[in-house]
């Protein structure tokens, strides 16, 4: 049996019992600690727990361990590197990070930065930079680092020393836009292309990610796509950072999935941006709980080696019980006061604590450091971290924020600080030992020696024996072919008279792809918990849902035809019930081209309305790296997922998606225009290398798909085709529609035609989105271009020399055709989904909503007689023969 957790308990407060025999158990337990190891006294207690548990004794439940190191002493190993070179090639860049800042701030004030991050993180990352983080395992991709977003000055200052950022970058650290070479405030791979690779700095979305990586590269290694090799993740969080949902929401996962190719370091400075993170308690405690119970390795790093000595010399346990006894308010004042305070109010609690640091000075005792400032017990606890087997491993190390940075060090005020005092810079200069010129040194300005020092040539040197500089990122695109359009032949033939959704004719197409002999296993299907909202039982049979375990039952309905097949090389994510989780997944695997080389082409299917504004902000992230793919938002329109109701019914999916500027959005109504826009998605992201991805609404209600018309694809694509023309060819009226509702307005052009005599084109609209893009890049170009002849946006060349007032429908919101309001003004007027949803039938909701048929109609009579081409009293008939009650509520405000 292995123990992964093995550690000394400390008994409960004996309530009355007889201490002497305590103290017999404890000498007995030491002794089997000594004489047999750790491992077999872990077993002891675990058998002991048991027996317990069977004779009705509940033992304490033991999530936390003493306020000190894991990692004893007695068992570190030594540092392997030349400390005093490292030291100084720190301290460089402590100080390139710091005048980045410094400088840039006093040259444009409020341009911003942080200075109190990365002092805290310094050497938790340089141990890592120097000795542990892999850039390659020969051909294979090495380790994945998500650095914390605000400590990028000191990424930065690092690349500055090595020679891969230029200081004329450095000197444009958020200076973006003026036509040289600049720096992104954080991490950035939209524009920072070949350099970051995981956009961190919108807390909690890195970890999530980082837990989602680790389980991806599982899946590629299971799936034989890529080879196993010892790589691993690691994640750089900031303690405040554990509040966000998203940061510790995932960490049972990790341990379900045992990926001890995971490691999470916990930047625990006790502070975030306003002030403390636990004043009243103590961070790193409640996340040892938090952690040790979802079942990771957890290794605390608390106390540098200067204080061994004094844990060492205090026999009775007193100076722990101090330890455990402060808060962290307290912790912070004593980093932020100094060391005459530290005496008194840390020591001076108990007169035995005040004689163990008799000998000591005020600056001595100032100076015992945190763990995570100290090489050797942060090199000690990286070590542990990668050796360990079965399961993640989190490091929480304790650090100063602001560590350094003379009076705002540990202030509450110090992570909105941005420039240093002369005397500051004096101070910070010296608490480093920095080796830069007095005149650098004044002026704050950064600093890279000229000549290869032996700082630089050490520096150099551990890159290149762990394989190469890092954060990279690598922008080539391997290029993939496209199946032809035929390929997708069943969608495009139509359904023969069959009533299906257009989930149907998209789940028929991605089981085509899956058995594509290229692309097939390079498809990665995700989905939460939906599986059979959209029809998937089929694929699950095909191919299997990826589980690392394989399946360790026999399912119930094994006798049946599609039955849940779970295989160790399965193919399918099955996330379970969380979005974020699969939107993690959708991520690793939509950006697995640059990661892994390996174009792995995501399709996340979900329930549209728990989509962009359920996990909005990591979509955003996704698009920032760049990430390849297809989210399908299935279930889609506000009256076409009848029953569900206002938290269900989706009518801003497409709003939403609008606004991220690498989403390609498409909406619609027919399985050969969705064959059409997948086929050319992957042509556009995987054969031709556009770093876009694309989102495209999937609806449930039944219809009989039509063959595709000749012609249509480019229309398709743009956004806008003519579906079906007035009969006579004489419209005086343009109806647009989108998704199911394009059925509406056809029905609509026949109720217009048979009973009014009003003849009107039907189009179809597939993306109101990319025709307002496609506008505003022509008007723009005309306005840059005034001496060249106009351009004319697609929308006004599609509709050349078409007549009449148009009425757009969607099961989207108005906004949504009102995209186009300034290239088709007071022609077009705008049906659609505006307020909150209901739980009834498609009929009783279009009506609803007013996106009906008869709504539809009516609104083309009433429109086309306030242009007097139709009598304004027909039209209030009209209304009323369509059933339409002028004075009922408006649904926007329902
Ligand atoms: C989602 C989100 N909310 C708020 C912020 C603004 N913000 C930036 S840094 C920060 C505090 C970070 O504290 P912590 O995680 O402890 O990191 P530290 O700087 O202390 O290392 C906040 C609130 C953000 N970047 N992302
Ligand atoms: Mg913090």
């Not at 084109?761 to 307002?772: F, G, I, K, P, Q």
């Not at 969607?810 to 009102?818: A, G, Q």
Request: overall charge negative; hydrophobic content about 35%.
């Amino acid at each position: 049996m292995v123990i992964m957790n093995a550690y000394p308990i400390t008994p409960a407060e004996p309530v009355e019992s007889d201490q002497s025999e305590i103290a017999e158990w404890l000498e007995a337990f030491d002794q089997i600690i000594d004489e047999e190891g750790p491992i077999q006294a872990g077993e002891l207690l675990e058998a002991l727990v048991r027996r317990a548990h069977e004779s009705g004794v509940e033992p304490p439940t033991q999530l936390h361990t003493p306020y000190k190191n894991t990692i004893p002493v007695e068992q570190e190993l030594p540092y392997p590197g030349d400390r005093e070179v490292e030291r100084r090639i720190e301290a460089l860049i402590r100080w390139n990070a710091m005048a980045m800042v410094h400088r840039q701030n006093k040259k444009d004030s409020g341009i911003g930065g942080h200075l109190a991050t990365y002092s805290s993180l310094a050497t938790l990352l340089e141990v890592g930079f120097n000795h542990f983080f892999h850039a390659t395992y020969g051909d294979q991709p090495g380790d994945m680092i998500y650095f914390q977003g605000h400590a990028s000055p000191g990424v930065y200052a690092r690349a500055f020393l090595e020679g891969r950022i230029t200081e004329q970058q450095i000197l444009n650290f958020r200076h973006e836009t003026r036509g040289e070479p600049g720096l992104s405030s954080y991490p950035h791979p939209w524009l920072m292309p070949d350099f970051w690779r995981f956009p961190t700095v919108s807390m909690g979305i890195g970890p999530i990610n980082a837990i989602y990586q680790a389980r991806f590269m599982r899946y590629l290694e299971n799936r034989n796509l890529i080879e196993k090799t010892p790589r691993k993740i690691w994640a750089y969080i900031g303690d405040g950072e554990t509040d966000e949902p998203e940061t510790l929401g995932a960490l049972t996962l990790a341990t379900r999935e045992k990926l001890d190719n995971l490691i999470f370091v916990v930047n625990c400075n006790l502070q975030r941006l306003d002030g403390p993170v636990r004043g009243n308690g103590k961070i790193i405690s409640e996340l040892e709980g938090a952690f040790r119970g979802a079942g990771w390795n957890v290794i605390k790093v608390i106390w540098g080696s200067d204080w061994d000595s004094l844990l060492a010399r205090d026999r009775t346990g007193l100076l722990l019980k101090r330890m455990e006894e402060c808060v962290d308010g307290e912790y912070q004042s004593f980093k932020a006061k100094g060391g005459a305070y530290t005496r008194e109010h840390f020591f001076g609690k108990y007169p035995e604590l005040l004689e163990l640091v008799r000998d000591m000075t005020d600056q001595q005792i100032e100076n015992l450091h945190r763990g995570g400032h100290d090489p050797k017990k942060v090199y000690n606890a990286y070590l542990r971290a990668i050796e360990h087997k079965g399961g993640p491993t989190v490091i929480l190390a304790k650090t100063v924020k602001g560590y350094g940075l003379g009076s705002a060090q540990a202030r509450n005020a110090t992570h909105q600080e941005k420039k240093l005092t002369e005397e500051a810079l004096v101070s910070f200069r010296k608490v480093f030992s920095i080796p830069v010129p007095d005149e650098a040194a004044k002026e704050g300005v950064p600093y890279r020696p000229e000549k290869e020092t032996p700082e630089i040539a050490y520096l150099k040197e551990r890159r290149k024996q762990l394989g190469g500089y890092m954060p990279a990122r690598d922008k080539r695109q391997p290029k993939l072919q496209a199946p032809a359009l035929d390929f997708f032949a069943d969608a495009l033939a139509g359904s023969r008279g069959r009533a299906v959704s257009t989930t149907m004719g998209f789940v028929s197409m991605l089981r085509a792809l899956l058995k594509h002999p290229e692309m097939g296993k390079l498809v990665v299907p995700i989905v939460p918990d939906e599986g059979r909202t959209f029809g998937l039982e089929s694929a699950i049979r095909q191919v299997g849902i990826y589980a690392s375990q394989g399946q360790l039952y026999t399912p119930h309905d094994q006798d049946i035809l599609l039955y849940y097949r779970e295989e160790k090389d399965g193919q399918i994510l099955e996330e379970g019930i969380t979005e974020a989780g699969s939107m993690a997944s959708f991520t690793a695997a939509g950006t697995a081209y640059s990661n892994y080389r390996l174009p792995s082409i995501p399709f996340y299917m979900y329930y549209s309305m728990f989509g962009f504004q359920r996990v909005g902000d990591m979509i955003w992230a996704f698009g920032d790296a760049r990430g390849k793919g297809f989210l399908m938002g299935g279930t889609g329109g506000r009256t076409t997922l009848s029953g569900e109701g206002l938290q269900h019914c989706d009518g801003h999916s497409i709003v939403m998606s609008s606004v991220y500027p690498t989403c390609v959005t498409y909406d619609p109504a027919f399985a050969y225009e969705m064959a059409v826009i997948v086929q050319d998605g992957l042509r556009r992201m995987y054969q031709k290398g556009e770093d876009v991805f694309y989102y495209i609404t999937m609806y449930n209600e039944d219809y009989a798909m039509p063959e595709m018309p000749k012609g249509v694809e480019e229309g398709v694509l743009r956004g806008i085709y003519k579906y079906k023309a007035a009969a006579d060819g004489k419209p005086v009226l343009q109806l647009f529609g989108s998704g199911p509702i394009l059925n509406e307005a056809l029905k609509a052009q026949a109720i217009l035609a048979e009973k009014y005599g009003v003849q009107a084109d039907v189009w179809s609209v597939t993306s109101y989105t990319e025709l307002r893009r496609d506008a505003l890049a022509t008007d723009r170009w005309n306005l840059l271009h005034p001496a060249e002849n106009e351009k004319q946006p697609y929308i006004l060349k599609a509709l050349a020399g078409v007549e009449g007032p148009i009425i757009a429908a969607s099961d989207y919101m108005k906004i949504v055709p009102d995209q186009l309001s300034p290239w088709l003004r007071e022609r077009l007027v705008s049906l659609g989904t505006d307020g909150f949803g209901r739980s009834d039938n498609r009929t009783y909701l279009r009506k609803h909503f007013e996106v009906s048929a008869e709504s539809i109609a009516a609104a083309a009579l009433s429109r086309l007689s306030r242009e007097k081409k139709f009598d304004a009293k027909k039209a209030q008939k009209a209304l009323q023969e369509l059933g339409i009650d002028p004075e009922k509520v408006d649904p926007a405000k329902a």
